[in-house]
């Protein structure tokens, strides 16, 4: 969740955007990640979901529940559920990221659409960048402990 510190936002790190999701599935399909089992591959869906809710619909326009779960399994490969997506969805909207609006569908039935705020296009953003910073120091940490674990080879072989 954002917290306003002096008029400037933060988001703990466990948020991405969907350009950084791609990356991660990536990552988690390469390398050591490659054998990453089902269940963290969709905790780590159940735990970007606001990010990525806020990123689909900034991507797409106003959509409702149902189709932001469609999205997330395609994407994916998992989806979170109801249990999780629609009470994320709330508490986006009680927090003004988003907002939400019933509309009457092609088989006038009643659907909940939600639509992006301003608000909600900095908390993603500033998700976003601090992703970013984050996965640069990972980077950063990876490449020492390489270069690290290459000296003790070459110093103790």
Known sequence: MLLEKDKKFTVPLNFMSLET????KIVLSTGPY???SEENRKRCV??????VSLSLLENY??????????????????N???????????????KGYIKSEVVEAENLRLRRVY????????YLQTGINELKNFVK???KE??????????????FD
């Open 46 to 51: 159940r735990d970007f979901t606001d990010l």
């Open 137 to 139: 120091k990972l980077e």
């Open 80 to 94: 979170p559920g109801t249990s999780v997506v629609y009470p994320t969805l709330w508490e986006l909207e009680k």
């Open 34 to 36: 490659k054998n990453f």
């Open 61 to 78: 326009g106003s959509l409702h529940g149902y189709v932001i779960m469609k999205h997330m399994k395609q994407k994916f490969g998992s």
């Open 115 to 122: 639509t992006i705020t301003p608000s909600g296009r900095l």
């Open 21 to 24: 999701i791609e990356k991660f």
């Open 142 to 155: 990876s490449a020492i402990k390489k270069w690290y674990k290459r000296f003790l080879k070459y110093k």
